[in-house]
Nanobody, 127 residues
Framework: QVQLVESGGGLVQPGGSLRLSCTAS????????IGWFRQDPDKGREGVSC????????YYRDSVKGRYTISRDNAKNTVNLQMNNLKPEDLAVYYC????????????????????WGKGTLVTVSS
């Protein structure tokens, strides 16, 4: 069964850190561009960071540059998102997605029918 599962969300104070993980079962992530997206009721869904299949190239939206780092752990079939210096506006449900296309297009364009998506993990930033 093909599945993506996000983990690592939770409640953190402003300035704190969390590491999200996206783990795949039923397929190998190293053949897919992987992206992290977030959604809250006010902004809708937005691409946060996406990583290429093999060369480590990555996209970050401007609001998270310098604070978030996306990385692959192919041995664990996992992609991580390290989030530092979290701000209240980072509050959202975070989703990961896997796609067989360019990583930038994954983040910047609408989803396609053959993308895989997880069910999301909630990140709350509050004092």
């Amino acid at each position: 069964q093909v599945q993506l599962v996000e983990s690592g969300g939770g409640l953190v104070q402003p300035g704190g850190s969390l590491r999200l993980s996206c783990t795949a079962s039923g397929f190998s992530l190293d053949s897919y561009a992987i992206g992290w997206f977030r959604q809250d009721p006010d902004k809708g869904r937005e691409g946060v960071s996406c990583i290429a299949t093999s060369n480590g190239s990555a996209y970050y939206r401007d609001s998270v540059k310098g604070r978030y780092t996306i990385s692959r752990d192919n041995a664990k079939n996992t992609v991580n998102l390290q989030m530092n210096n979290l701000k209240p506006e980072d509050l959202a449900v975070y989703y990961c997605a896997a796609a067989r296309r360019n990583y930038y297009r994954l983040c910047a364009q609408p989803p396609e029918y053959d993308d895989y998506w997880g069910k999301g993990t909630l990140v709350t930033v509050s004092s």
